[in-house]
């Protein structure tokens, strides 16, 4: 029993890219994570779309361990595009992101018009107005990146810890 437990827990099934409704006449639509790369997020959006509405979610990449990172939106952004093949259908495509997702969304638009892609909508909900916040946000290690999530989101005060 020990090694079936094991096997099960070094085979991940993890991938970035999450259909939770494959079926629907309707052009998918792709929502990716906000900053705690996370997209639960978007479930009661999906179930309120209906049935006929594809529906995919882009995770973060670092959920789990062993998983890269990327230095940058438009790398990040690339490796999503490159792990949606295969599984979102080709053709026109609408995207979504909520604050951080948002600019993902913006970032995945650009690159896919650039390989000819139809982007039928990009969809921004409450986007980061000022990217460099952002991108100094990727910039810190894990401690000092969860440090300013719960201080920004008010749970604790994440001032530095004595030794």
Same mark, same amino acid.
């Given at each position: 029993?020990?090694?079936?437990?094991?096997?099960?827990?070094?085979?991940?099934?993890?991938?970035?890219?999450?259909?939770?409704?494959?079926?629907?006449?309707?052009?998918?639509?792709?929502?990716?994570?906000?900053?705690?790369?996370?997209?639960?997020?978007?479930?009661?959006?999906?179930?309120?779309?209906?049935?006929?509405?594809?529906?995919?979610?882009?995770?973060?990449?670092?959920?789990?361990?062993?998983?890269? =990172?990327?230095?940058?939106? +438009?790398?990040?952004?690339? %490796?999503? $595009?490159?792990?949606?093949? /295969?599984?979102?259908?080709? &053709? #026109?495509?609408?995207?979504?992101?909520?604050?951080?997702?948002?600019?993902?969304?913006?970032?995945?638009?650009?690159?896919?018009?650039?390989?000819?892609?139809?982007?039928?909508?990009?969809?921004?909900?409450?986007?980061?107005?000022?990217?460099?916040?952002?991108?100094? =946000?990727?910039?810190?290690? +894990?401690?000092?990146?969860? %440090?300013? $999530?719960?201080?920004?989101? /008010?749970?604790?005060?994440? &001032? #530095?810890?004595?030794?």
């Amino acid at each position: 029993m020990a090694a079936l437990i094991e096997r099960h827990d070094s085979a991940s099934d993890w991938h970035p890219v999450v259909a939770v409704n494959a079926a629907g006449s309707r052009v998918p639509l792709v929502c990716f994570h906000p900053v705690g790369g996370n997209v639960l997020c978007y479930r009661d959006l999906a179930e309120a779309l209906g049935p006929d509405q594809p529906v995919y979610m882009v995770q973060s990449y670092g959920l789990e361990e062993g998983q890269p =990172l990327h230095a940058s939106v +438009e790398a990040m952004t690339g %490796a999503y $595009l490159a792990a949606m093949r /295969g599984v979102v259908p080709e &053709g #026109p495509v609408a995207l979504a992101g909520w604050s951080f997702g948002g600019l993902l969304a913006w970032e995945a638009a650009c690159q896919l018009h650039r390989l000819g892609v139809d982007v039928r909508a990009v969809i921004v909900l409450d986007g980061v107005a000022v990217p460099d916040v952002v991108r100094e =946000l990727l910039r810190k290690d +894990e401690s000092d990146y969860l %440090a300013a $999530l719960f201080d920004e989101m /008010g749970m604790i005060d994440a &001032g #530095p810890c004595a030794r």
